[in-house]
Each structure stands twice: as structure tokens, then as C-alpha cells.
């Protein structure tokens, strides 16, 4: 098989767990901010985009050159061998984004991009006129930062957070991928208890269960490559059948999700049982003061709102500093609070062992972590 020069991107403050994630699939990587480079063919593209949790994307580099001029990013995207990739009929989108360089004007940049990889496409099939697009979708994007041109192929489509069980959000919504790299920066195995105070639509907990369960996140879902034929799709349904396999139904998950609003509970069970993790997890109303932990060594994650999301400051700083008084009587668990408000731990009542700086969609936050004191 052709092996290919491919990128999982991230948010910012997540590539590291993207890269540990690669590397415990087995491929050499090289980390950069929001993105991790590896290597791979055909059905390692299709292995990645089933099994990564919290990459966004995985994308395939065409190609890679410096420009400066609209001129040399035609000649240079179109001695690129797009017809390797993109046959006669498929349709070929572009997105791009620049960054400190002189082609600054991304629709320019973009139209450049499409004329040169038509004119490409044509020359090849023999094409007059324009190419038809009428068939698959082959997505490119054009990304220039300081006047270095990428060139790449989505091979995901929707974003991997999409896991495809999520059919109800409520309001202020933590992505899947987001959700499942605040499970895999706290220190739970599934043979510890798990708790959500606020759950809400009751992602946190079910990204946990899919661990627990060794389910692949994107196994109720499709990509885009699978349309491809230049890449085997037939490797698409022999590994979500090996996903399928894998799964380890017998284990036994201690998770408890409890909220406030009994609304929420309805749509957490909901997306629990869409995601086949429902018998894993229990919700419950429940309000924070009324949770009492009958087992030690417990981990407990919490995604509560933020100022800007939802309730007011005095309601927000209230609930952290219920937190605080509640979680002190907890001190064998180990408890991870996500929050935009950088006086948290003032509210709390208490210093975090640990902090790591993340973004929630475009709002910077901090994972408060307080290990276990014993």
C-alpha cells in the first residue's frame, strides 16, 4: 500500500494527548501546536479516524512549498499529482486559512488553489471546460503561515467529535473530544468510581464509558474517505468489524452523573443508550450538597457553568464555593473542575495541585486538579 505523510489536528492544549494516543496505536509521531504528524497507508487512515478520541480531524498532506505570489501558488498546486487522489467526477471543495504571510486574502488564496487543481484535473482527463463534480467529496485544505503552503486532504469530513450519539445538547455543550481529554488527563481506570456532579447532556461520563467498554468513538459514524476509491474502502468495514470484536461488554463500570435539572438527566439517558453505554451509567437529580460517596478513591469531573455560561457570577461563584465546602469531606478522591474564571481556586477555597490550560471552543480555561490527599 502507499504510505502517506498524514496530520491529526487538536485543540490547543490537546496534541499532547493526540500524540500519546498515536503512539499507543503504534506510529512514530512529531508533535506541533494543535497538530501531530505520522505516517501511514490507506487503512491506517481509516484505523486512526475510528479509533483517536481526541484529535479533530485526520488529514493527508498533498503537498508542501513556499510562495509568495499568486503565481507561484498556481504553478506550484498544480505540479502536485491531485489525479493520484481526486478522479474524474469528484468534487473537490476548498477551505483555507493564512496566517503572517503575504497571500493574506484567503478567497484569492482559495480560488488560486481550485483553478490550479482544475487545471491539473483537466490536462490529466483530458477534460475541456471544467471538471463535473458530480461524484465523491475530496476536501482541501490550503493553510499558509509564514508563506510556507500545506496542501492537505480532510480524510475525516464532520469533525471527529461527531461521535453520532450525541442527538440531544442542552445548552453550553462540551464537545466529545474535549470531554473525553478531560477523562484521560485525570488518573481514572475503569476499575474506580467515576462522578459528574453537573453532567448535563452527560458527555463526560459516556466518552468514560466508551473507554471503560474499549469502544471505538467512531464506530456509529462515517467519514468522508470511505467514498474514495483510490483508498480501499473495503478496509472501512473490515475494522469497525475488528472494532466491534474488541469491545469488552463483561466490564463492570462504577459512573454516577447527577444534576439539577431533570431535563438534562432525560437527555443524558438518552444519548447514553444511543451510544449502547447506558447500563454503564447512572444518572441521577440530584443538587451538589445531597451526594455522599460510599466508596474511597473515587475520581470526580466536573464541567460546571461558567460566568459566561448560562448562570450569573454570584450564582457561579456560589456553586464553587459550595464545591469547596462539599468535596473537602472527600479527601481519597481526586477531583477535576473545568472553569473560564481565573479566581476559581479563591471561590473554592482551595489551591489546585496542578493546573493545565485548555480551550473549550474559543473560551480559554483551566482544569483545576486536586489530588487525592491519601
Not at 501546536?33 to 488529514?59: E, M, S
Not at 452523573?257 to 432525560?266: C, S, Y
Not at 485548555?358 to 487525592?372: C, D, E, M, P, T
Request: charge should be neutral.
Amino acid at each position: 500500500m502507499t504510505e502517506y505523510q498524514l496530520v491529526a489536528t487538536a485543540a490547543a492544549g490537546i496534541e499532547g494527548l493526540v500524540n500519546r494516543e498515536l503512539k499507543a496505536l503504534g506510529y512514530e509521531t512529531q508533535a506541533d501546536n494543535g497538530r501531530v504528524y505520522f505516517k501511514g497507508n490507506a487503512r491506517d487512515i481509516a484505523y486512526t479516524n475510528l479509533w483517536l478520541r481526541t484529535a479533530d480531524r485526520v488529514k493527508l498532506i498533498v503537498g508542501e512549498f513556499h510562495a509568495k505570489t499568486f503565481e507561484q501558488l498556481f504553478d506550484q498546486t498544480y505540479t502536485l499529482p491531485w489525479e493520484n487522489f481526486i478522479p474524474m467526477d469528484g468534487a473537490f471543495p476548498v477551505s483555507g486559512r493564512s496566517i503572517k504571510s503575504q497571500l493574506h486574502h484567503v478567497p484569492s488564496v482559495q480560488s488560486i488553489v481550485k483553478k490550479a487543481i482544475s487545471k491539473r484535473l483537466m490536462d490529466y482527463y483530458h477534460r475541456p471546460g471544467r471538471m463535473p463534480e458530480i461524484g465523491a467529496t475530496y476536501p482541501i485544505e490550503v493553510a499558509i503561515r509564514k508563506n510556507k503552503v500545506e496542501l492537505t486532504l480532510d480524510t475525516s469530513g464532520s469533525s471527529l467529535f461527531k461521535r453520532g450519539y450525541r442527538e440531544h445538547k442542552g445548552q453550553a455543550p462540551l464537545k466529545e473530544n474535549m470531554a473525553a481529554a478531560l477523562v484521560m488527563l485525570t488518573t481514572w481506570h475503569p476499575d474506580r468510581p467515576l462522578y459528574d456532579p453537573t453532567c448535563g447532556s452527560g458527555t463526560i461520563l459516556i466518552e468514560a464509558a466508551l473507554m471503560g467498554h474499549n469502544i471505538a468513538p467512531g464506530l456509529q459514524r462515517s467519514f468522508v474517505a470511505e467514498a474514495w476509491r483510490f483508498f480501499e474502502p473495503e478496509n472501512w468495514d473490515i475494522l469497525r468489524q475488528e472494532a466491534r470484536e474488541a469491545i469488552k461488554s463483561d466490564i463492570q463500570l462504577d459512573i454516577l452523573g447527577t444534576d439539577i435539572d431533570h431535563r438534562m438527566i432525560e437527555i443524558a439517558q438518552e444519548n447514553a443508550a444511543k451510544a449502547g453505554v447506558a447500563d454503564s451509567i447512572t444518572f441521577k437529580q440530584m443538587q451538589l450538597a445531597d451526594y455522599t460517596p460510599s466508596k474511597e478513591y473515587g475520581i470526580l469531573i466536573s464541567n460546571p457553568p461558567y460566568g459566561d455560561r448560562m448562570l450569573s457570577e454570584e450564582a457561579v461563584h456560589e456553586i464553587y464555593r459550595q464545591m469547596g465546602e462539599i468535596y473537602e469531606a472527600m479527601p481519597t478522591w481526586s477531583k477535576y473542575i473545568l472553569s473560564s474564571d481565573d479566581n476559581f481556586e479563591t471561590y473554592y477555597g482551595a489551591k489546585a495541585t496542578k493546573k493545565r490550560k485548555l480551550y473549550n471552543g474559543a473560551i480559554k480555561v483551566n482544569y483545576y486538579q486536586f489530588w487525592s490527599k491519601q
